[in-house]
């Protein structure tokens, strides 16, 4: 077996692990990145398309926490992780969430200053703009709606760069923090999959992968390291740390932000080639209205969800049909656990009876909010859900979305490694060191104690970059 | 992918996935090939089992029609897991069919 020598490795290639690299890299520490999915150019492939479900996402999509109800999620699997598919939206950690983790997780130097110090640090090499002129109309409708109601509407920040014609581009990953990380002497090895820690005693000594080359075949390689960083996300992170014999706190409360989502169409064609980017706050952080992608495909998932029996005729102007959604922060969590001799770890995810009357309210609220902008008919992910046109037909939906009929998704994971000195509930003490190691740690989603209301990619980032630089001051 | 698998791909796909050269069939045969084993596993044996039943309610060689007149009777079974089935089916048959064009 060939052995690869490196001081720190670090497993994955996400907002967590590309920080993390980037930020030792350029203390002179000799790190390897190793990623578990391919390395794409930025543009291959066109956003929330069938090809880039094919090529970046894990499992090519086809993830579900199972449950009552079950939730499909969706992971990135390629350099960069799941910043290469995510919609971009941008949100500092707010000040409350970072004062209640700190209470109750016992967790040190969380405070708002220092947060704010490494948020600032971070967009200044990820561009943080607004859309430069008009918000597109499918996303001017959610601020339509919410202000005809009297409602907050705000629109979000998103991680672009706009050029001077107004055209966009998502800084992903793989175009800030992962060039940043190779300039600095960064070795990023894209198509390895850690298959399992190596440990001696309190020490990790690094980690058995297994690299997929250009003809397919696969090599089994020993990665030594002094130190090692598991990035991998909060089903993956988790996942490899039981593989490996962690379990103490690893994989329990995983959370995440249940969403349900709803086709609303017009009168008119609408633009479906961004995502939008206005979000109904009225009633966050507990509860937030947003859009999601609506290309061809996902119009004609959401209208078969509620009438399988309409498809042809409605997805013939499709044009006219946006896709929004509700998200809640729940009450409810869930679980990873790795099962042995399989890769991927069994999720599993328990929705509270408050969660599923939380969803409802947003449901109806969503459909205010579409019908007050001008939309005529609205498809709920409800299977046979009532299509409503009026505001007195939204009341159907509560009665509706029962655990049996609903149809819901999730991006946000987290969770499942919480940080702080509370060791009793938490997997890592609070810059990210699995507790009874002496080298290990873990940089990633998996450390946030909750989900947090809003895209975490914000939050995630800053605390990488606080972890690595703690990390160095050791 | 199958027997029961392809029977509901062809039901449901008609004929866009013979437009399309396969690639409707390409691609849910290629999800089930990504999915994690364990949810596979779960899939395989409930195209095992379901594909019995059908089978024998119609005379082994069941059509198109009657296909998917089982799949709407999954949709309504009691158990989650029988209800997830067809849906699962359907939301990948109908992702491939209406995101690529189909000449």
């Known amino acids: 077996m060939r052995t690869i020598d490196t001081e720190v490795l670090i497993i994955g290639s996400g907002a967590g692990g590309s920080v993390t690299a980037a930020r030792l890299a350029e203390a002179g520490r000799s790190v390897l990145v190793a990623e578990e999915g391919p390395w794409y150019e930025p543009d291959a492939h066109v956003p929330f398309s069938l090809d880039e479900f094919t090529a970046r996402y894990r499992h090519q999509g086809a993830c579900a926490a199972l449950g009552n109800p079950g939730i499909a999620f969706a992971e990135g699997r390629c350099v960069g992780g799941s910043t290469e598919i995510n919609s971009g ?225 409605v997805i013939e102007q499709w044009e006219d049909t946006v896709v929004y959604y509700a ?107 699995v507790w009874e190691t002496e080298n290990l740690y873990v940089n990633d989603a998996s450390l946030l104690p909750d989900a947090p209301g809003v895209n975490p990619q914000a939050a995630i980032m800053a605390i990488a970059a606080r972890n690595a630089d703690a990390y160095l001051q050791r | 992918m199958l027997w029961l698998e392809r029977r509901i791909v062809a039901a449901l796909a008609g004929s866009d996935d013979d437009r399309s050269g396969g690639a409707i069939s390409e691609f849910v045969d290629s999800s089930f090939r990504a999915m994690p084993q364990h949810l596979r596993l779960g899939v395989v044996v409930e195209s095992i089992g379901l594909g019995a039943y059908v089978r024998v309610r119609y005379l082994g060689r069941p059509t198109s029609q009657q296909i998917r007149t089982a799949l709407a009777g999954f949709e309504r079974f009691p158990l989650g897991v029988v209800r997830q089935y067809p849906q699962l089916l359907a939301s990948l048959v109908i992702f491939a069919q209406y995101e690529r064009p189909i000449p």
């Not at chain 1, 509706?400 to 987290?414: D, E, G, I, N, Y």
Request: hydrophobic share 40%; glycine share 10%.
């Open chain 1, 89 to 313: 939206l941008y949100h500092r950690l707010p000040g409350y969430l970072a004062a209640e983790w700190r209470s109750v997780y016992s967790i040190a130097d969380f405070d708002d200053a220092t947060l704010a110090r490494y948020a600032s640090e971070i967009e200044q090499t990820i561009t943080i703009s607004n859309v430069p002129g008009a918000a597109p109309p499918s996303s001017a409708v959610l601020h339509r709606g919410a202000t005809a109601l009297g409602w907050r509407s705000v629109e979000f920040a998103r991680v672009f760069a706009y050029d001077t014609n107004g055209r966009g581009t998502k800084q992903t990953m793989s175009r800030t923090m992962i060039p940043r990380a190779i300039a600095a002497g960064t070795v990023i090895q894209p198509d390895c999959a850690v298959l399992k820690l190596e440990r001696n005693a309190r020490r990790v000594t690094g980690a058995v992968a297994q690299i997929t080359l250009g003809d397919g075949s696969k090599e089994t390689v020993r990665i030594r390291a002094d130190d090692v960083f598991v990035c991998g996300g909060a089903i993956q992170s988790p996942a490899l740390l039981q593989r490996s014999g962690f379990r103490r706190n690893i994989g329990g409360g995983l959370k995440f932000h249940p969403t349900v989502k709803v086709a609303a169409r017009f009168t008119e064609p609408y633009d479906h080639d961004d995502v939008p980017m206005h979000r109904v706050t009225e009633f966050a952080p507990y509860l937030t209205i947003g859009g999601s992608a609506s290309r061809r495909g996902q119009v004609a998932l959401a209208i078969a969800d509620a009438a399988p029996d309409r498809l042809e005729s």
């Open chain 1, 327 to 433: 998200a809640i922060r729940s009450q409810g969590s869930g679980r990873v656990t790795a099962i042995p001799g399989l890769r991927a770890p069994l999720v599993t995810y328990h929705m509270t009876d408050a969660d599923m009357s939380r969803l409802a309210r947003g449901l109806v609220h969503l459909g205010e909010v579409l019908l007050a902008a001008g939309a005529v008919e609205l498809f709920p992910s409800i299977t046979e859900g009532p299509i409503v046109s009026d505001r007195a037909g939204l009341g159907a939906w509560w009665d509706a979305l029962t655990r049996a009929r609903s149809k819901l998704m999730t991006v946000h994971l987290t969770s499942t490694i919480r940080m702080g000195e509370a060791s009793e509930r938490t997997g890592a003490d609070s810059f990210g060191r």
